[in-house]
Every structure is written in C-alpha cells, then in structure tokens.
C-alpha cells in the first residue's frame, strides 16, 4: 500500500517536490538501515529459491495438478514471486544506494505498479482458497463438479485481472497530480490519499472480515464432522457386538452381519482418512492467512494512519520495519503448506534424488575425461 504522502518516496519518508532531503546519517540509523539490508537479502533468496521449488514442482508432477487447492496455493506462489523478484529486489536496490533511483521512469512505473499489486494479489487469493477449503468440507460430495481445474483456472484468471486493475489505476489517471514519477533521484508513489484507504478498505479490511467469517464457519464443520465420526464410530461398535453374540446363535446371519460390519468400517475408515486430510490441509492454509494478517496488517494500518492523519508525522524507519516484515510473507508462506503437503513432499524428494543423480552423472563425466 502506498505511504501518506501525496507523492511518496521510495524509502518510505514522506515528501512534497520541494523538499528533497537525503536519509540521516546517525550511526543507529546506519545500522537499522544494514539490518533492513542483510534482512530484505535473505527474504528475497528464500522467497525466490522457495517458490519457484513450488511452481516448478507443480507444473512437472501430474499428481500435484489433480488438487484444485493446490492450483490457489501456485496463484499465491506466482504472487510471492513477483513480489520478491520485482519490488524487493528494487526496494533493495534503492536502499543500498540511500533510497535515491537510478532506474529510470519506466522502471519506477513498474515498481510502483508491482508494489501496489502485491497486497491485493495475495488478499484475494488467499480469500479464494479459503471459499476452496469451505467447499471441500462443506459439499465434499458435490466439490469435483464445482470447481474442476479448469473452473479454478479462470476464477484465479479473473483475480488476477481484477488486482492489476486497482494497481494500474494511478498510472492510468488516478493520481495526485502530473508529478513525474520520478524527481531529483527518487522513484514517487502518485496515487491519492482517496486512492490508498480505498484499496485499504476494499482490497484488504473488508478481505480480512470475510476470511475471518469464513474460518469461523470452517471451524464449525470440522467440529460438525468429528462429532459425526465419533457417533458412527459408537454405532457400528455396538452393531458389531450384537452381531458376534447373534452369530452364536445363527451362524449365517452372523457372517453376513459381521461382513456388513466388515465393510461399514472400512467405508468409514476412508471417509475418516478424507476428513483427516481435508482438516489437515485447511489447518495449513488457516495458517497461511494468519501469517499474512500477521505480517501486513502492521504495515497497513501504517499506512491508514498516514493517510487519514495528515498531520502525524511517521518515521520512515517504522514503514521500513514493516514494510520487510511484510515481505517476509513472500519467503515463509512456502513452508507452511506445500512443504507439509504429501504430494508437495514426494515431488520434491523426486526432485533431489533427480537432481542428485544428475550431479553423480557429471562427476564421473569429468573424471573420466581427467582419467583421458
């Protein structure tokens, strides 16, 4: 989300054109600005390196493709690589060279663009696996004629069109005024204060009200099908003492019973195994969209501030903290679902032995070429 400023800077410090004035030079603000630095390196390499895994993964094993959830968790990863290989790779850049920009008017479009998509891109996403994970437990019958791939495919489509809109919309005239996007060295949000609580309220408190609703509803089903097991399980108990002592009495009646008992089980051992992993699954993605709130909302409701308090003045150094604490969500939402997913996990064991296989081959390759 953009800053409070009519035409915000890149480093986050609020300005108008007629005062440019280059970061402090304190000592403590040098070491903050190193410890943003070595931060926003190490959440771009694991973002990058981590979700590519995930897509690479996905798009080479058929099995992963079979999951329509796991074509909302890819849309999330797409997200996350955008973000970390566009605008933190930028933001970062810019920081080491003290927040000035020395990558053309272009390229800060594209930042900034990028930058405004990043929020909106994840919210609704992560709102559609959330609608996913409640259809799953909710219509578990009915769920593979709702939303095959293909349906899943074009409602992600659609998002995605409808989060680039509202991040195109100030390079295409929602902005403060004809500002250059970039002056006197530095890249410049021009979106408008109406523009930023906007998409704030639309594209993120409002997303944030429904998922919150939506899991509470989730939460009731589980709790619905556990209690549901737990009453089949104490009915074919007891039918399966009624029949060993009728099969005392009448030997046929008490086979076909106990075959019926036999098969009663079984079906409902895989419908547990479904529930189980089901409930597993939404756990995981239930975490997915705290450690998003958990790491935006400190930065958004920076940025409501700022825009609704036009005579707070906010340190840069606060929307710098939490602006890499937001990133941070790009590198870490990888390991909460597809690194504890079965199939995610078979794929990637699939993938190092591949890759290690590969790395024995050309070893030898060149031994043998030494040996020559």
């Not at 993120?204 to 009453?231: E, G, T």
């Not at 005579?311 to 909460?336: E, H, V």
Request: proline share 3%; with cysteine; charged share 15%.
């Amino acid at each position: 989300m953009a800053n409070n400023s009519t035409a915000s800077s890149l480093n986050g410090s609020s300005s108008t054109l007629t005062t440019f004035q280059p970061l402090e030079q304190e000592e403590w603000k040098e070491v903050f600005n190193m410890f943003i630095v070595i931060a926003e390196i190490i959440i771009t390499l694991t973002a990058l390196v981590s979700n590519c895994l995930v897509v690479y993964a996905f798009t080479a094993y058929k099995k992963l493709r079979a999951s329509v959830t796991n074509y909302f968790v890819i849309s999330l990863a797409i997200s996350d690589i955008l973000t970390s290989g566009l605008v933190t790779t930028l933001k970062l850049d810019s920081t080491l060279k003290g927040g000035f920009w020395t990558h053309g008017s272009f390229m800060c479009s594209l930042y900034t663009t990028m930058y405004l998509l990043a929020v909106p891109s994840s919210v609704i996403n992560l709102c559609a696996v959330t609608v996913d994970r409640y259809l799953v437990l909710r219509m578990p019958l009915r769920y593979n004629s709702l939303m095959p791939p293909r349906r899943a495919v074009f409602i992600i489509s659609c998002l995605w069109i409808y989060a680039l809109a509202w991040a195109c919309l100030p390079v295409m005239g929602w902005k403060s005024s004809n500002l250059p996007v970039v002056a006197n060295g530095y890249c410049y949000f021009i979106s408008t204060r109406k523009y930023n609580i906007t998409v704030n309220i639309i594209n993120f408190l409002l997303p944030m009200i429904f998922m919150a609703i939506s899991w509470l509803f989730i939460y009731s089903i589980v709790q619905q099908h556990r209690k549901r097991v737990l009453k089949i399980e104490r009915s074919l108990s007891l039918n399966t003492n009624d029949s060993s002592n009728s099969s005392n009495q009448t030997n046929m009646n008490g086979e076909a019973l106990h075959q019926m008992n036999h098969l009663a089980q079984k079906n409902n051992k895989t419908d547990r195994k479904t529930m189980r992993r089901n409930v597993r699954g939404s756990r995981y993605i239930g975490f997915i969209v705290v450690l998003f709130y958990f790491c935006w909302l400190p930065y958004v409701t920076l940025s409501m501030i700022g825009n609704l308090c036009k005579s707070c003045k906010i340190p840069y150094i606060m929307y710098d903290a939490f602006l890499a604490l937001g990133f941070l969500n790009s590198a870490l939402n990888p390991f909460l679902y597809p690194f504890h997913d079965k199939h995610f996990k078979e794929a990637f064991r699939n993938m190092w032995k591949k890759m290690r296989s590969k790395t024995f081959v050309k070893l030898m390759q060149w031994r043998k070429m030494d040996a020559v």
